[in-house]
């Protein structure tokens, strides 16, 4: 007989009632230390004062009105999010799925309105993730998501990871746009080099197409920037956003340059919950805390301390781990056992990892997780790793 949830998900025997900072308690009374921060999401941990005072203070006034009206609450966060990064103008959704399914219409939009309807392909990469829907999984494309949910969407093409010649070949007076992760997440934490963002923004400007990046588990602080791409100096057209700028409640956006957004007049996309005050509310306590440069220096001095601890892991534990790679906050412990080996094991030590593509351990502990739990965090992974060292 079927589970009364949907079983598409193998889950882990865990659950957890309340969770303070870095940490989550199972209902047995054991204290997990939360290097997974739920995908990314929970940029400033659980329970944060800050958050809850948001969302408690809003609740208490009103949850919801609709996009009939005006939502101040959205409008100031939008503004916030304009004065920070290369965009003008921001579509709040509750997901970075949504976030995808308006990227791909913008796009296509654009140019449509720019008289060329034929262009309307996308180029992606293999082995990047940008979602669940229709448009979603057309445009990570992998088999794994695809496989029986056919017809796909049609106007993706796959490029592999980091081709630029392959790139440049798959351009045609049919691209629409190309669609990256600065760093890929589920893929296996690969970081995008900055020399290949800026090569795809001049191909991108050379051939006029538009450049999309989804930052859904990359931006919001978890790179040590506000955005990741923020590193390499570039900037792109348009950028799906979700995961971390809730802080756990479901909130996302797209953020775009006027011109690549004038196609997207009233009417043409919309959203029920998208920004509903109980939302903005908390993006907005997160943007003033994440958005500084205190709080971003501080993410980077983390990610010092926490890459140099694992360095000498996977030096000292060289049959379980080959290497680290990342950027920031945004860690991967490529693994020479099988990754879900170690996240079991992990779970044994009271941690929790996320496994991600390319045999990846994937650690996204809370941007603000001190240096306490960054010395119990690779405490505990080396007491997982020694557990299966034969
Ligand atoms: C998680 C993720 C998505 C999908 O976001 P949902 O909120 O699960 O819909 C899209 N792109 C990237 C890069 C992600 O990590």
Wanted: charged letters at 15%; aromatic letters at 6%; proline letters at 5%.
């Amino acid at each position: 007989m079927i589970a009364s949830v949907l079983p598409t998900y193998a889950r882990a025997p865990l659950n957890f009632v309340s969770g303070q900072g870095s940490w989550l308690t199972e209902a047995d009374g054991r204290r997990f230390l939360d290097l997974g921060a739920g995908i990314a999401v929970n940029a400033l941990g659980h329970a944060h004062p800050a958050l809850v005072a948001a969302l408690t203070e809003q609740a208490q006034k009103l949850w919801h009105v609709s996009n009939l009206y005006q939502i101040p609450q959205q409008q100031t966060l939008a503004d916030k999010l304009v004065a920070a990064t290369f965009a003008d103008t921001v579509f709040f959704t509750n997901s970075g799925t949504e976030s995808c399914e308006l990227a791909v219409k913008m796009a296509r939009k654009y140019w449509f309105d720019q008289g060329a309807p034929q262009r309307t392909e996308i180029i992606t990469l293999n082995g990047s993730f940008h979602g669940r829907s229709s448009a979603g999984i057309a445009a990570a494309g992998s088999e794994k998501m695809t496989k029986g949910f056919g017809p796909l969407l049609p106007g993706f093409v796959h490029i592999d990871w980091a081709d630029h010649d392959a790139i440049q070949t798959a351009i045609t007076e049919n691209t629409a746009a190309i669609l990256i992760e600065p760093v890929q997440g589920e893929g296996g934490i690969r970081p995008i080099p900055t020399q290949c963002l800026m090569g795809l923004r001049k191909l991108c400007d050379d051939h006029g197409i538009l450049l999309i990046f989804d930052e859904v588990q990359c931006g919001m602080g978890r790179t040590g920037k506000l955005f990741a791409h923020e590193w390499s100096g570039i900037t792109p057209d348009i950028m799906m956003v979700a995961k971390g700028i809730g802080g756990g409640f479901p909130l996302g956006a797209v953020l775009a340059t006027e011109t690549a957004a004038s196609g997207m007049t009233a009417g043409t996309h919309g959203s029920t919950y998208g920004g509903n005050p109980l939302a903005c509310a908390v993006g907005n306590a997160v943007m003033d805390i994440v958005n500084t440069p205190e709080f971003l220096d501080q993410v980077n001095a983390r990610a010092g301390t926490f890459r140099q601890g694992l360095q000498s892991l996977v030096d000292t534990n060289p049959d379980i781990f080959e290497c680290q790679r990342g950027l920031g906050l945004m860690i991967g412990l490529k693994c020479r056992i099988p990754n879900t080996d170690l996240v079991s094991a992990c779970y044994k030590q009271d941690l929790l990892t996320v496994p991600a593509g390319d045999n990846v351990l994937r650690l996204l502990p809370p941007l603000n997780i001190d240096e306490t739990d960054i010395r119990t965090a690779i405490d505990r992974l080396d007491a997982a790793a020694k557990s299966l060292t034969p």
